[in-house]
């Protein structure tokens, strides 16, 4: 128990180095969350910065994944490796170093799946970047993507913890984009390619 509890702290930490904000506020002297959706993720980074600064910020968020993942397995086994996806995650969503206002995880889960399960990670990808290149909206195609993680591992059923895990990772991703849903329901939701400048 100590080391789960160790592995959830340290993941926590992990996703609390907000790639958004530090890259944002390297380049711009400025904080993401002031711009476009507010949201400190790689999407509002796009809308901002455009999409080389965006990928940097996706790639670095997905490594915090993929880092955590691996020190949970080194610390504590399998358990710890889901353990640690689900606090970095979290530690990307509410990071103790901003005010617990962060991005809302696809990047840093996409990360941290790939490390646990890389053929479904994969498949929840690829389905989930078809559906913004038809649909244009990033949010939809991240909520479905999520989704279909989870519909996966209930498919191709593994064990009481991974589906616990999907259960729990795909829940944040769902809850996180809540406003997105809305947005998404209203029809005033943004799609892919608008932009907001950093004045």
């Not at 940097?56 to 955590?68: C, E, I, M, T, Y």
């Not at 969503?93 to 994969?122: C, H, Q, R, Y």
């Not at 809540?178 to 004045?199: C, D, F």
Request: hydrophobic share 55%; net charge positive.
């Amino acid at each position: 128990m100590i080391k789960i509890i160790i592995v959830a702290i340290l993941s926590y930490l992990i996703g609390s180095f907000n790639s958004a904000y530090f890259f944002t506020n390297y380049i711009k002297k400025t904080d993401i969350r002031k711009y476009g959706s507010g949201n400190a993720g790689a999407t509002n980074v796009m809308r901002v910065l455009g999409f080389k600064v965006a990928f940097l910020v996706f790639l670095s968020d997905a490594l915090k994944g993929v880092l955590a993942v691996l020190i949970g397995r080194l610390i504590a086994g399998d358990l710890g490796g889901l353990v640690a996806g689900v606090a970095v995650v979290c530690g990307h969503n509410w990071p103790v170093f901003l005010g617990f206002k962060g991005g809302k995880g696809i990047a840093t889960s996409f990360g941290a799946i790939i490390s646990i399960s890389p053929i479904v990670a994969i498949l929840s990808f690829v389905i989930g970047i078809a559906i913004i290149s038809i649909s244009k909206y990033v949010s939809l195609g991240s909520i479905l993507g999520a989704i279909s993680f989870l519909l996966l591992n209930i498919i191709y059923y593994r064990s009481p913890n991974m589906l616990v895990f999907a259960i729990i990772i795909t829940s944040l991703a769902v809850f996180q984009h809540r406003a997105n849903i809305k947005r998404l329901l209203n029809g005033t939701e943004s799609k892919l390619g608008q932009k907001t400048n950093i004045k």
